[in-house]
């Protein structure tokens, strides 16, 4: 009977020959057994040796950093936002403080967030809001442009060494003293470590470092009346004003348009007085025609108009171009070839003046007497002196943006314009137009060097900061007297500012000394009247041309009071809005007024 290969018999046959065939190689079955076993063990080795080395790697190179990662699962870290420093007036009135808010960050922005809004996020179990303190500035539009706002830093500015340490997020001054005087308004953050669970709750506070307010800064501003310069400029939809003190203390200053800073910083529910001009972020930043962050005073250039004429003035005098017995026939016009030039009486009214000198010139704001004297100077002896006042280049006040001007010259002309100077051109640069262009602040300083017998200060808005000298005896005390007469008069009846005529306050402890303050003409023996006061203006408008005939002149005018020993010099330019007198003119004195029968 045969088997099949399934069963036993053929599988012992099988191993047979296997056994067979092993002795024919010589080789031993055991000892292939045995290798087997060797590499087994070799393999277990490396692998616990690769284990080892692995486990010592993490333990004694990367156990820093895992142990970093493993804490930061259990350990957050949050920032205590610094408060920054309060700006204050000059007597201690505060023109931003902070109040308690909060801030996220929302795709890569940083929102402000006041506490009624904050609430209703953190019921609704918002965790991301971060403490923090918004600022808040009580006189809003009034001071926008001296005091500035925050925003967001930029991109741009993450790159300038002077921002070495911000982050993305961080909150900096945007314009104003809260941008010039960044470095010590800003505070050192704090932190805090808090330990917490699995979802995030937080357990226990393991440590905290305490933040360290910014600094706070005092400026020369005086915050009553800064209120009272917006409200005299409520009317003027562009321009400027400007108060200060002859040595240069900036005791006001307000730019037309103007914004509400707290849109910037109190957040995105913050409801702006009824009367505000804008009432919300996207209306000031989308207004191109008004661009209310233009601050005017330092950054806007325009021909001064006949407010230059005290600088042809001074500048003939002093080089004795002419002296105080020169004089001019007003014929009405002046004929170049095919050219007119007419004075602006003539123009109106159809009337002459006759004969002019220095005195009267300035008093009737005469065009021809100084289309004469700007030929009789020229180009450039007239630009090297307006340069001595500190025309042509920034004053330095201490915030940012502001704008050097132009002062022309032949040379200059030939190469912008590509033609030569004119006669024409001598005759306009003599009357502030031309090529001419100032800044509200650069006529106010040349208003104030004349005022304090001839020094020229860099205009301050640091209470603590000394007088700093630009320039000084330039002009003599003859000149000074010379235009401070023509000045005088120009405020006074027969002079072309009206609205000065007369000008008297009410104010009882003004003492009449018969010179800068004397009786009021109208003065009756009743009580109120017996505390009426002629204070003495000297004063120059303007009204300058510019664009074509159917644009209306920039309006002008630049004064200071008392007129002997002065106290105060303004400044007021409306933009586009007709004659200086008719309209900066009854601002200006609205500006004195307040000023004489509540500060002086």
Request: aromatic share 10%; hydrophobic share 40%.
């Amino acid at each position: 009977m045969k088997l099949g290969a399934s069963f036993s018999d053929a599988i012992h046959t099988e191993k047979n020959m296997s056994l067979r065939f092993s002795r024919k190689s010589g080789k031993s079955d055991f000892s292939s057994h045995a290798m087997r076993g060797y590499l087994f063990l070799l393999f277990i080795g490396i692998g616990a040796l690769i284990l080892l080395g692995r486990l010592a790697f993490l333990q004694l190179l990367a156990g820093g950093y895992y142990r970093s990662i493993s804490d930061t699962n259990r350990i957050r870290t949050a920032l205590i936002h610094a408060p920054r420093g309060i700006i204050f007036d000059r007597d201690d009135k505060p023109l931003v403080f902070n109040v308690p808010g909060y801030r996220e960050t929302v795709n890569g922005k940083t929102v402000l967030i006041d506490e009624k809004a904050a609430l209703d996020k953190i019921a609704k179990g918002d965790k991301k809001l971060e403490v923090d303190s918004l600022r808040q500035y009580p006189i809003g539009e009034a001071a926008a442009h001296v005091v500035g706002y925050i925003g967001q830093i930029s991109t741009e500015d993450l790159k300038d060494p002077l921002f070495a340490g911000y982050n993305a997020g961080d909150l900096v001054g945007k314009m104003g003293i809260e941008q010039s005087g960044e470095t010590f308004l800003r505070g050192v953050d704090g932190k805090v470590l808090v330990e917490v669970d699995a979802t995030g709750k937080p357990i226990r506070i393991l440590g905290e470092t305490d933040p360290i307010a910014g600094q706070n800064i005092f400026l020369t501003i005086d915050s009553s009346l800064q209120k009272e310069v917006a409200n005299a400029m409520k009317t003027v939809k562009r321009g400027a004003a400007i108060v200060t003190t002859p040595t240069g203390e900036v005791l006001a200053m307000v730019s037309k348009p103007s914004f509400d800073p707290n849109l910037f910083t109190m957040g995105e529910h913050f409801d702006p007085p009824s009367d505000a001009t804008y009432h919300t972020v996207e209306q000031v930043l989308l207004d191109g025609t008004g661009q209310p962050l233009l601050d005017r005073a330092i950054s806007g250039t325009y021909p001064p108009g006949s407010t230059f004429k005290l600088v042809t003035a001074t500048a003939a005098l002093q080089t004795k171009t002419i002296d105080t017995s020169y004089t001019v026939e007003d014929d009405g016009i002046l004929k170049v070839g095919d050219f007119s030039f007419a004075n602006w009486y003539y123009t109106e009214y159809g009337r002459t003046e006759g004969p002019v000198d220095v005195v009267k010139a300035i008093k009737r704001s005469n065009d021809i007497f100084f289309y004469k004297v700007g030929q009789l100077l020229g180009v450039d002896t007239l630009s090297s002196f307006a340069q001595k006042y500190g025309l042509g280049k920034p004053l330095g006040i201490s915030i940012e943006g502001e704008a050097k001007g132009l002062v022309p010259t032949k040379e200059w002309k030939e190469k912008v314009i590509g033609d030569k100077w004119y006669l024409g051109d001598d005759y306009h640069y003599g009357i502030g137009q031309g090529y001419l262009l100032t800044t509200p602040l650069q006529v106010n300083s040349w208003t104030a060097t004349i005022a304090n017998g001839g020094t020229v200060y860099a205009p301050r808005l640091l209470k603590n900061q000394n007088p700093v000298v630009k320039n000084k005896d330039f002009l003599s005390m003859d000149t000074l007297n010379t235009v401070r007469e023509g000045m005088i008069e120009s405020c006074d009846t027969g002079g072309v500012a009206w609205p000065f005529f007369g000008f008297a306050v009410k104010n009882s402890h003004l003492q009449i000394d018969g010179k800068d303050i004397t009786e009021a003409p109208n003065a009756t023996g009743s009580a109120d009247a017996s505390d009426m006061r002629h204070v003495v203006v000297a004063c120059k408008t303007g009204t300058a041309q510019h664009g074509d005939d159917s644009t209306l002149p920039h309006a002008w005018i630049t004064a200071f009071a008392p007129a002997y020993h002065p106290q105060i010099v303004v400044t007021v330019l409306s933009e586009e809005s007709g004659e200086g007198s008719n309209v900066a003119g009854p601002i200006a004195k609205e500006i004195m007024q307040y000023y004489f029968e509540n500060k002086y």
